[in-house]
């Protein structure tokens, strides 16, 4: 690792976070994480699937070592997530165990409620008692991926069809998780978290409604996080601009939580320039838009660990974990060398 480089925390306003997963906090990628972050999210250890042992009890062992990671860094923690169709505990809604290509869902919409509610007040109680009266988390991502993609819920217009959690409970099911949330944890930002918001499409319309329509009706929510899962050609940074202050001026705060650049299978010095002149354009966004961007997190320090994999080169590290032209665009984009 260089530790050399300018640290990319130093050289913007918003607050700079990166996802990692529990082997990046005892290895080399640490070192990344703490010299050039300064806000951490577990990538998938604070999954509900990954915080409950097979005797379907609370574990948070991995989970509270992000917390002690954070902490002995001076780094803030992100929450993700609480209420999401995947990686979520099977036995939360099936019997049919052993058929998981045919489920059945068996619970009623009392005991599924019961079921969150339980979760999510364990798990922000949990983390606000472990270590002092106050979470060191400054938010959580209460529902993830909620909007539909393709706009066709019969039922709902706008969320997703396939959410398990919209089929048992009702549209309603964010209501309730995001009132939960507030009554476990009156001080914790609120966020709803999805992907595809920015290419201004129909999904955009979709969550700005449902963001309107619980603002409305007084619904504990905060803020909006825009995933960021893009390429280099798309969506254009105008599109992502409006949808950045579509949210804002409802008076959300709007973070970009899973950036990432895929550069379509391409390698090549090329590219990489490419994808170096859109990480620089999007970082001048985002500062342009500090009034409602406070954070931005990407997807994963290097390119070994990123869920989209190396030969998509999206990250800002290689997979030697040396800093790549993008990086490199970024640090200079901002002013000063
Ligand atoms: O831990 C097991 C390991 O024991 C096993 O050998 C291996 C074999 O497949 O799988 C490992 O689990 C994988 C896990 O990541 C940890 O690496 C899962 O299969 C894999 O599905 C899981 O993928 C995660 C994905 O969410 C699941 O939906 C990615 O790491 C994670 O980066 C990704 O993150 C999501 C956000 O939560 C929500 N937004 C989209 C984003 C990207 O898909």
New binding site residues.
């Given amino acids: 690792v260089q530790t050399n480089l300018t640290p990319l925390k130093s050289k913007y306003d918003f607050t700079m976070g990166c996802?990692a997963?529990y082997s990046d906090l005892i290895d080399d990628h640490a070192q990344l994480l703490t010299h050039h972050f300064d806000s951490l999210t577990a990538?998938?250890e604070m999954?509900a699937s990954s915080l409950y042992n097979s005797k379907h009890e609370l574990d948070f062992t991995t989970a509270d070592k992000f917390v002690d990671f954070a902490i002995a860094n001076n780094m803030k923690l992100r929450g993700?997530?609480l209420v999401?169709q995947?990686?979520v505990p099977d036995w939360w809604f099936t019997t049919n165990l052993s058929d998981p290509d045919n489920p059945k869902y068996f619970v009623s919409k009392e005991q599924l409620l019961k079921t969150m509610k339980t979760h999510i007040t364990s798990v922000l109680q949990h983390f606000k008692q472990k270590y002092g009266s106050k979470s060191p988390f400054y938010c959580w991502d209460v529902v993830?991926?909620p909007i539909s993609n393709s706009h066709q819920n019969n039922g709902i217009k706008g969320l997703d069809e396939g959410s398990k959690w919209e089929a048992i409970i009702g549209p309603e099911y964010i209501d309730y998780a995001l009132r939960y949330a507030h009554e476990a944890d009156p001080d914790m930002k609120l966020f709803i978290?999805d992907?595809g918001i920015v290419n201004d499409g129909q999904k955009t319309t979709d969550l700005y409604n449902e963001a309107k329509k619980l603002l409305q009706a007084g619904v504990p929510l905060d803020g909006i996080g825009l995933?960021m899962?893009i390429d280099v050609d798309s969506p254009s940074i105008s599109s992502i601009k409006d949808a950045i202050e579509k949210f804002g001026s409802l008076g959300l705060e709007v973070q970009v939580t899973?950036l990432d650049v895929s550069t379509g299978g391409k390698t090549d010095a090329v590219t990489l320039a490419k994808a170096a002149r859109r990480y620089k354009q999007l970082f001048d966004l985002f500062e342009s838009e500090k009034k409602y961007i406070k954070v931005v997190t990407v997807?994963?320090s290097a390119d070994d660990g990123?869920?989209?994999g190396a030969n998509n080169s999206p990250m800002l590290f290689d997979t030697a974990l040396q800093a790549k032209p993008a990086f490199n665009a970024l640090v200079q984009a901002a002013g000063t060398p």
């Fill in positions: 996802a997963v990538g998938n999954k993700h997530n999401w995947s990686q993830n991926e978290n992907y995933q899962h899973e997807w994963g990123s869920w989209l």
